[in-house]
Structures are given as structure tokens and as C-alpha cells.
């Protein structure tokens, strides 16, 4: 089906009260941290979001939903936000129940393409408007779409990649993320963009990881590094769960800490083996940043008003540009792991529990 920018959407009564809390009654109030409590009388329009699972990353319920509920509630707009578990057929379920509960506004990180674009095309129907969170949805509908450049994000992972393993000859191997994730292939282009460049390395292995699974990362490293005979002096992993599950094998033989890793999301996990030198370093993604941005195009959406956008972001199913808004994201190696935390991503507490608070301390963190 063909996107349409102009969706009309039944105009919300109440909401743009609720979100100019000081009483004016001037629009555009895109800034946040107003201190306006959410659910006023007048009922503002809901917002639904999805969220895809709790295993391919942490991200999603330890990062993502804190900053959704305070991006929602800074400005004063009730919001339900579920997690669909990995389970597609869960997420369709929850956004029916979703749109029936009145949402007018609806923000999902599809499971796949697929079933991300049906949830959109019922939302449609019922007048509900879409956006992608995160996510593309291939064939989708949505009318817009907020996340981080994620080709920019796979350019740094293979830059990163780069600079811990230097100039020499160096046999590479790729864990990517989800053949049903978008971002996935644009994180492995950005980073082939630049690795592919240098001809002091090589492939020598390559697969996708289905659904970013951290186990099964593991059993299909150990298989590319068992094909090529330990040959293997770099890793682009596309996320700290895939990188932890290279380093949890090349612990194994004996390899941590001398072949890099790359990964990305800043988790506390990620932060804490890059601190150690098992991974060379990650990406960090201002879950507020995101959350932030799809609060204002959710608003906007429900006022029936037009959003700020970075671009438009081509849907390579069937070229149609969708409006974006695309957030830059950050390379973290050990020299400025403390900027993840002095920006809140992580607090310095998870990340320098135990044997970590000596690393943090001589990095700096406290
Ligand atoms: C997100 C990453 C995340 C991965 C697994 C991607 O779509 O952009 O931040 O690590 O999914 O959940």
C-alpha cells in the first residue's frame, strides 16, 4: 500500500490543552519538562507503543520504556507502553486491543516487516496514525519515522573496528543482527562501507544472527571461528549481546582481549567490557534522545499537525520516502565511557559494581 503523508486524523479534544500546561493557549509546545501531570479532565488522546522484546537487547525495557514514560509524562500525555515479548502474533494482539482501547496515536519497533505493516494498515483503518519507533517497517504505512542514522551507526562499529586493529593484515568475521530486522542490513552496509575500503582485511566469515538471539550468536560464532581454524582477528558484532556471545567464545580460547570486538548500545554489559578490553568499544543511542523525538512526533501526529523532521529515510521495498527523524548517534571506546553515564545513559553504579569499580576509577569514572 501506498504511504500517505496527509492522514487525517479525528482532531484530538483536550490534548493540546493538556500540553500547554502553563495555560497558554499558544501550540507548538515541543519542549519538554514542564512539570504538567498527565491525564488531564478533558481526556487527552493515548498513545500506544510497542515494544519488540526483553532479550535482543536490554535496551528496549531497561532504557527505552524509563525515557518513553518520561518523555509521555514530562509532557502530560497518558501513554501505554507494552512489550510484545518476540512474539509477532503478541504484538498484532496488543495493538488490536491498543487501537480498540481508543489510542490515537500508535509507535511500534516491529518483529518484522510483515506483520509490523498489517498492524499499520488495521491502525489506518480506524483512523489511528503510525509510527515506526526505531524500526523501519518495510511496506508499512507509517507516517513517520523516528530512530538514530543507522548506516552512521555501522560506519562506526567498522571505523571502530578499524582503529583497534590498526594497519595490519587481519581476517574479519561479521555477527549481524536479524535478517527481519532493517536495521540490520543498514548497520552491516555503514560498517562494510568502511571496512571494505581497506584492503588489509578480510571476510572470512558472515552470518545473521535470527532475531539478534544472544545463544544462537554464540553457536554461530563458535562455527565461523571453528571454519576458520581461529584464524579470526577482529569481530563486527552488531550489538553488545552479539559481542558478549563472540567474547564469551574467544574466552574459551583464550582469544578475549586480544581479538576486538565491536558492538553497540552502550548497556552496562557493553560499558563494562569495554572498560575491561574484551570488546573494543560500542555505540551509544540517547534513549531519551529517541523517546524524546517520537513524544513530539506523536503529539504533532494527534494535533493533526505536521512534525519536525531530519529527512526522509527510502523504504528499499518500494522506494516511497518516509519522514524521519534520524538522531546521530556516538562511538564509546574506553576513553569516554564516562560520557554514556554524564549523560544518563547508565548510572556509574551498575557499570562500576564489583571488579569494576577499580577499571572505572582509571578511567576516570567515579
Ligand atoms: C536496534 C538496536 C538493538 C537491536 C536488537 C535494533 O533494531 O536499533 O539498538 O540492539 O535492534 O534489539
Not at 496515536?105 to 518483529?111: D, E, F, K, R, Y
Not at 557493553?270 to 534522545?289: D, E, I, P
Request: aromatic letters at 4%; glycine letters at 12%; hydrophobic letters at 40%.
Amino acid at each position: 500500500m501506498k504511504r500517505k503523508h496527509s492522514l487525517v486524523l479525528v482532531p484530538l479534544i483536550g490534548l493540546s490543552m493538556a500540553l500547554t500546561a502553563c495555560g497558554s493557549d499558544d501550540s507548538g509546545s515541543d519542549d519538554s519538562g514542564t512539570g504538567s501531570e498527565g491525564g488531564g479532565d478533558a481526556g487527552p488522546g493515548k498513545v500506544g507503543v510497542i515494544l519488540p522484546d526483553t532479550e535482543s537487547s536490554v535496551r528496549w525495557e531497561s532504557a527505552d520504556r524509563p525515557a518513553l514514560q518520561a518523555a509521555f509524562d514530562a509532557a502530560g500525555v497518558e501513554a501505554d507502553i507494552q512489550n510484545a515479548e518476540g512474539d509477532a502474533e503478541r504484538m498484532t494482539q496488543i495493538a488490536d486491543t491498543m487501537i480498540g482501547d481508543g489510542v490515537t496515536v500508535l509507535a511500534i519497533v516491529n518483529l518484522d516487516s510483515e506483520s509490523g505493516a498489517a498492524i499499520q494498515e488495521k491502525a489506518a483503518a480506524q483512523g489511528v496514525a503510525t509510527i515506526d519507533y526505531d524500526r523501519l517497517t518495510l511496506g508499512g504505512s507509517a507516517e513517520y519515522y523516528v530512530s538514530f542514522d543507522n548506516t552512521v551507526v555501522g560506519e562506526l562499529q567498522g571505523q571502530g573496528l578499524a582503529d583497534c586493529l590498526g594497519d595490519k593484515e587481519a581476517n574479519i568475521v561479521y555477527l549481524n543482527g536479524s535478517p527481519t530486522d532493517n536495521n540490520a542490513t543498514l548497520f552491516s552496509e555503514g560498517a562494510h562501507s568502511v571496512l571494505d575500503e581497506m584492503d588489509n582485511y578480510t571476510v572470512v566469515g558472515e552470518q545473521a544472527v535470527p532475531e539478534w538471539d544472544n545463544e544462537e550468536a554464540a553457536t554461530i560464532f563458535q562455527q565461523l571461528y571453528t571454519a576458520a581454524d581461529g584464524k579470526v582477528d577482529g569481530v563486527l558484532a552488531a550489538n553488545d549481546g552479539l559481542g558478549g556471545a563472540a567474547i564469551s567464545i574467544l574466552e574459551g580460547a583464550g582469544q578475549a582481549g586480544k581479538v576486538p570486538v565491536t558492538g553497540q548500545d552502550a548497556t552496562v554489559e557493553g560499558l563494562q567490557n569495554v572498560l575491561s578490553g574484551t570488546q573494543c568499544m560500542t555505540v551509544y543511542k540517547s534513549a531519551t534522545q529517541e523517546a524524546e523525538a517520537l513524544a513530539e512526533v506523536a503529539i504533532a501526529l494527534a494535533n493533526g499537525e505536521d512534525a519536525e523532521t531530519t529527512g526522509t529515510t527510502v523504504d528499499s521495498s518500494d522506494d516511497s520516502e518516509v519522514p524521519s527523524i534520524l538522531l546521530e548517534p556516538q562511538s564509546i571506546t574506553k576513553d569516554n565511557v564516562g560520557d554514556v553515564i554524564e549523560d544518563g545513559g547508565v548510572k556509574a553504579e551498575d557499570v562500576c559494581s564489583g571488579d569494576f569499580a577499580k577499571m572505572c576509577a582509571d578511567a576516570g569514572i567515579s
